[in-house]
Structures are given as structure tokens and as C-alpha cells.
């Protein structure tokens, strides 16, 4: 007999597992499906995320981090450090242990809140709105549920490169390149963007000569413009070699490495050898193994499931969130949506505002972004008026050493509304909160320029943006 539950969440990653946690916070019979499995065979939840994604490129980024300012930053404050060593195997331990805590505290959340959890893959196998969803589960312990609302959270899947097949040998997806044994001494980055530019800042600080090849003609394209050109500016100086404008004509692995064709922006031919190549050109949604054609859940042209604003697919009672479904592929919008789905079910009317979800690139100097960029601004006609700070003139910034970038905020020329805020530079993932909170209250340059701020502190440069906005900055 088939176990029967208000709600069942198919994903465990960011989405799916917050989406559990709220419905059963709101007193429905829960469980959530997820199939991720450890080295040791164990449940795993947390998706891309927690186990090939946000949570262990963090970890790689600060240990690099860490080995490159002991390397090149310490003497400068007087730090002198004689062999200093690289052990590869215990900072990818490091990195592994770390994954496993959030895979093991979502399993407590799950237990705290009385989520059923079902290890496996999840897929519906029939049913309706009025009889009950029917989901199969596929895993050691093989089992039917019926739901009376399904949640789909199945996330997504990196993106393949045409004629090249992700080995993680010589080529490869995230995953591989967070495992990698060694630093290898050449090393290819397809794509540009936050995956690419995470992952090749990793291995070059740990030692590797890192080329990123980008299809587009602009770096960062859309990032603010101004940031996107001090983060090049930033990224080149430490070593970076950012190519853009490439078209890949052919990638061959042999034994020992991987031969790259392509042509440049001039449409000239190169041919460029890498010991290592990471293919970071984006991601698809992931509904293999869903079994839609099963109950006919509608699916776009580009293989997402289909939603209204709402996160409704077009079956009565299905839901789907996160990275299987328009917008953004970001883990705090999946969780956001999860959270909205889970109130909706209880009647409730929340909103999530797209236009106030902030992106961040946690390479160094980090960029962090909400809101509209000036070129999108100019774009659409706005009248809007730009106030920038930079960290150079900052006294926490100038104390910790990292005085790259600065922080730029957009306001609507007439009513000083904030429509963006856009900063590069130390911190920036921190920082970036402020603005969303004053987006979200319809805040004005005016209110941030107001508010007093800690002083020495980086979110100075915030309110001197703010002032910068009426050309009254206090300390450029």
C-alpha cells in the first residue's frame, strides 16, 4: 500500500529540501526524495549545491585563498613563512568534511521537522489531483507514495560541450574539477562565467597556468559594465589569461592532456594544450528520470518544466521550483520559491521578486549585484543618476589590504529610488544585503546616505555611494 502525504518534494538540493522543511513547518504530512549518495554510499541531500556546487567551491576558494596570501600577502604584515607546503589530498579532505556536515544537518532538519525522507529517485508513475499524485521511488529501498501536492525540485545538470565528452579525467564538469589529485600545470576554463571563474581562480592561485576561453564577445556580459572591466582589469593582473570572442572548432584528449582548437575574436585559428580542461558553459534542467509524459506535466521548448508566476505547472496541485524552471539558477531563489510554494499550499499569498535577488561571484575581488546595471538602464530609456565609492579610500579596506574595486549605485533620476547596486571588491557577497534590503523597502539613495554606519567598516563605501549618488561623497 502506497505511503500517503499532504505534500512530497521530488530534489533535496536548496529548493526541494527548504520546500519539505516549510510545509511541514505548516502541518502537512511531508516527505522529500533525493537520490545524491556519498562516497560511502550514504544519503546525501543538499543537490549540485551542498555536494558539487556552492558549498565545497567556498571551501576551495578560501583554502587557495589562504595559500596564496601566505605565499605572496603575509610579508607585507610582517608574517614570514619559511617551506611553505601544498598538500593537495587533506584541503580537498577539508573541503569533503565539510559537505558532509550540511549533507548530515539537513538529514537532522529533516528528523527536527518530521520530514519522511526517501533515498532514491523519485518519479511520478500516475494519478490525478482528486485521487492523489502517484510517485515511485527507485533506490535500495524501492516504494510507492501518493501526494495530494507534488513539488518538483529536480535542480539541473551541467551543460555539455559539443563534441567533447566529460570524461573528469582530462576533461571536466564542476564536479571534476573539485576533485582534482593534483595541481595541474595548464589548465582550460570553457566559459566565463561564475562556475569558470570560481573554479580556474581555485587552481591558479594553488599553482596552475589558467586560460579561460569565453564565447562571448564581452567578459561578463551581464555584469554592470564598470565592474565587469575592473574584474578583468583585476583578474588578468593575477595571472588569469581571459580570452573572449572564442568559437571551439575541436577538443582531442589523449594520455596526457587535451588539444583545444578554436578561433579567436579576429577569427583567427589557435590551437592551444591544456593538462586539464573544465567545460563550464552553463546548465540545463534536469527531468530525466521525472516520467512527465507519465501524467502529462508540460515541459517548454527548452526542456524546463513548465510555471505560471505562482511556480504552478499545468497539472492541478504540481508545483516545480528551482533550476528545473524559469529564472535565475541560483540556490537562495530556489529556496525562496520552495518557501512561497509551501505557504501558497497553505493559502497563503507570498511574493518573490525577481528583481531583488542578488547574484554574487565569489572570486577575489568578489562581485555582488542586484538590481538593474546602467547598460540596461541606458537600455530602456531611464533617466537615473550613478554615484560610485572606491575601496581605495576605505580605512577597513586599506587595513585588510584589499583596496580593489569599488561600489556603484544606480538611483531613478526623479524619484532617487535605488534600481541597482553593483559592487566588486572585498566582501562584496556581505555587503550586497544591504541593498537588497533597501530595494526591497523602496529605499532611496537618499535613505542609505542617511543611515549612520560602523566606522571602520567596508559598508562605509555603501553610504558613500549613496552620497556620491548627489555628488556629496565625504571622503573621495
Known amino acids: 500500500m502506497a505511503a500517503e502525504f499532504d505534500v512530497v518534494v521530488i530534489g533535496g538540493g536548496p529548493g526541494g529540501y527548504i520546500a519539505a522543511i516549510r510545509a511541514a513547518q505548516l502541518g502537512f504530512s511531508t516527505a522529500c526524495i533525493d537520490d545524491w549518495s556519498g562516497a560511502d554510499g550514504k544519503p546525501a541531500p543538499g543537490g549540485t549545491c551542498t555536494n558539487v556546487g556552492c558549498i565545497p567551491s567556498k571551501a576551495l576558494l578560501q583554502s587557495s585563498e589562504h595559500y596564496e596570501h601566505a605565499g605572496h600577502a603575509f610579508k607585507e ?137 569565453e564565447a562571448l564577445p564581452a567578459f561578463l556580459g551581464a555584469v554592470d559594465a564598470a565592474v565587469a572591466k575592473e574584474a578583468l582589469k583585476a583578474f588578468q593582473k593575477q595571472g588569469l589569461a581571459i580570452h573572449t570572442g572564442v568559437r571551439i572548432t575541436k577538443v582531442a584528449t589523449d594520455a596526457t592532456g587535451v588539444n583545444v582548437e578554436y578561433s579567436d575574436a579576429s577569427a583567427t585559428a589557435q590551437t592551444v594544450r591544456f593538462d586539464r580542461l573544465i567545460v563550464s558553459i552553463g546548465r540545463l534542467p534536469h527531468t530525466l528520470g521525472l516520467n512527465a509524459e507519465a501524467v502529462g506535466l508540460k515541459l517548454d521548448e527548452r526542456g524546463f518544466v513548465a510555471v505560471d508566476d505562482d511556480c504552478r505547472t499545468n497539472l492541478p496541485k504540481v508545483w516545480a521550483i528551482g533550476d528545473v524552471v524559469r529564472g535565475p539558477m541560483l540556490a537562495h531563489k530556489a529556496e525562496e520559491e520552495g518557501v512561497a510554494v509551501a505557504e501558497r499550499i497553505a493559502g497563503g499569498q507570498p511574493h518573490v521578486d525577481f528583481n531583488t535577488i542578488p547574484w554574487v561571484i565569489y572570486t577575489s575581488p568578489e562581485i555582488a549585484w542586484v538590481g538593474r546595471t546602467e547598460q540596461q538602464l541606458k537600455a530602456d530609456g531611464i533617466a537615473y543618476r550613478s554615484g560610485s565609492f572606491p575601496f581605495l579610500a576605505n580605512g577597513r579596506a586599506r587595513a585588510l589590504g584589499d583596496t580593489t574595486g569599488f561600489v556603484k549605485m544606480l538611483a531613478d533620476a526623479a524619484s532617487d529610488r535605488i534600481l541597482g547596486v553593483h559592487i566588486v571588491g ?32 567596508l559598508s562605509e563605501a555603501t553610504k558613500e555611494a549613496a552620497l556620491a549618488v548627489d555628488r556629496r561623497a565625504l571622503n573621495a
Open 426 to 457: 572585498p566582501m562584496a557577497s556581505e555587503l550586497i544585503a544591504e541593498a537588497v534590503v533597501a530595494m526591497e523597502f523602496g529605499a532611496s539613495s537618499e535613505d542609505i546616505a542617511r543611515i549612520c554606519h560602523a566606522h571602520p567598516s
Open 77 to 213: 604584515h610582517g608574517i614570514d613563512i619559511a617551506g611553505l607546503g601544498l598538500d593537495v589530498a587533506r584541503m580537498l579532505a577539508r573541503k569533503d568534511r565539510i559537505v558532509t556536515q550540511n549533507n548530515q544537518g539537513i538529514l537532522y532538519l529533516f528528523k527536527k521537522n518530521k520530514v519522511t525522507f526517501f533515498h532514491g529517485r523519485g518519479a511520478f508513475s500516475g494519478g490525478s489531483a482528486v485521487a492523489g499524485w502517484r510517485i515511485g521511488v527507485e533506490g535500495a529501498q524501492k516504494s510507492e507514495l501518493t501526494a495530494k501536492h507534488v513539488i518538483v525540485a529536480t535542480g539541473s545538470t551541467p551543460r555539455p560541450l559539443p563534441g567533447s565528452a566529460i570524461d573528469n579525467e582530462r576533461v571536466l564538469d564542476n564536479a571534476g574539477a573539485l576533485a582534482l589529485s593534483v595541481v595541474p600545470k595548464t589548465l582550460g576554463v570553457v566559459g566565463a562565467g561564475v562556475i569558470g571563474l570560481e573554479l580556474g581562480s581555485v587552481w591558479r592561485r594553488l599553482g596552475a597556468e589558467v586560460t579561460v576561453l
